[in-house]
């Protein structure tokens, strides 16, 4: 339901024949599940990112020579997002660092739950925008985790997931999909307890960047709901375009104060700190 109006065809027929509008032999139309959009691909994008991340993470192992845990240097040379790096010009570690991971147990966590949370969303929302919510809501974890501790390193693929899920129940909530009512509430209490725990144990386990589940569940929230108002159906593409400019230019906007606010002048390109940065130690999880 969207502004009081159903797009479910088959409801539409369902509540005319209730008022008897409709004769009572009136063929019933036949129709797919609607909640279920299929795509014509045989592959999801959904695969095709769980297939980057296990590609970027086996590169790192044969580059390192291990699977249980990289170094902080490590990270860093394949994207983490290090706050020194990041704000003096290396922009693109917002994005890189989503696809990259600690050790195999970090990257066993994150793409189960990519594998089945990123499926229920890009099944909802389509394809296009699935990868504009996941890949936007990446960004804005990454910008909350370098302003909450600019020295620090982060790495993974869960701010984007922590995205996803706000976006799901704010749309959800505002009434976007054709959903029954008994899945829409065992939906959304999943979708609550994920985000629920895993902030607890994100609160109480060292090591784990809070800071992007925090800030990748907003940047989904508002995605969301402004999807949900504004552009509910999938013919509204120019409209979602727009909405996801302007959270795009928003996160920019947010990128430039801190720049600012850290005394650093705005510029783009390899950092001029790249070779004192990567000190030994170790880099937070966003998992």
Not at 222 to 231: C, E, K, Q, T
């Amino acid at each position: 339901m969207s502004f009081g109006k159903k797009i479910c065809q088959w409801c539409v027929q369902h509540e005319a024949a209730q008022r008897g509008e409709l004769a009572e032999n009136a063929p019933q139309r036949v129709m797919p599940t609607p909640w279920v959009r299929r795509e014509a691909a045989t592959i999801g994008l959904t695969q095709i990112i769980f297939g980057i991340n296990v590609a970027v993470f086996l590169g790192m192992a044969l580059a390192a020579s291990t699977i249980m845990h990289f170094s902080l240097q490590e990270t860093i040379h394949w994207g983490a997002n290090f706050g020194p790096l990041t704000l003096s010009g290396e922009w693109w570690r917002l994005l890189t660092n989503v696809f990259v991971h600690e050790g195999i147990i970090h990257i066993a966590f994150n793409m189960w739950c990519l594998w089945n949370l990123g499926a229920l969303a890009e099944s909802l929302y389509g394809r296009w925008t699935y990868a504009a919510v996941y890949l936007i809501c990446g960004v804005g974890a990454s910008l909350a985790s370098v302003a909450w501790h600019p020295g620090g390193a982060s790495v993974g693929a869960s701010g984007a997931i922590f995205g996803l899920a706000g976006a799901l129940i704010a749309a959800f909530k505002l009434g976007e999909f054709s959903v029954p009512r008994a899945a829409l509430s065992g939906t959304l209490r999943s979708l609550a307890a994920f985000v629920f725990y895993n902030l607890i144990f994100g609160a109480v386990i060292p090591g784990i960047d809070i800071a992007a589940h925090i800030g990748g569940l907003i940047t989904g929230l508002i995605l969301g709901a402004l999807i949900a108002l504004i552009a509910p159906r999938q013919d509204h593409a120019p409209r979602r375009f727009a909405v996801f400019l302007v959270v795009t230019l928003a996160l920019a906007g947010g990128a430039i104060e801190l720049a600012h606010y850290h005394g650093l002048p705005l510029r783009l390109g390899r950092s001029p700190f790249a070779r004192a940065a990567a000190a030994p130690g170790r880099c937070k999880r966003s998992c």
